[in-house]
């Protein structure tokens, strides 16, 4: 793979927990 490909799998892959993360937190707040 291409450091370009690992990087975006990268940004990718930590998007998609950040965001699940997100939303476990607003679903605790109400």
């Known amino acids: 793979m ?3 490909r690992v990087a ?3 940004i ?3 998007g998609i927990t950040l ?4 939303e ?3 679903d605790r707040e109400h």
């Open 8 to 10: 975006a799998a990268v």
């Open 12 to 14: 990718l892959a930590g």
């Open 2 to 4: 291409t450091p370009t």
């Open 24 to 26: 476990e937190e607003m």
């Open 19 to 22: 965001r699940a993360m997100y």
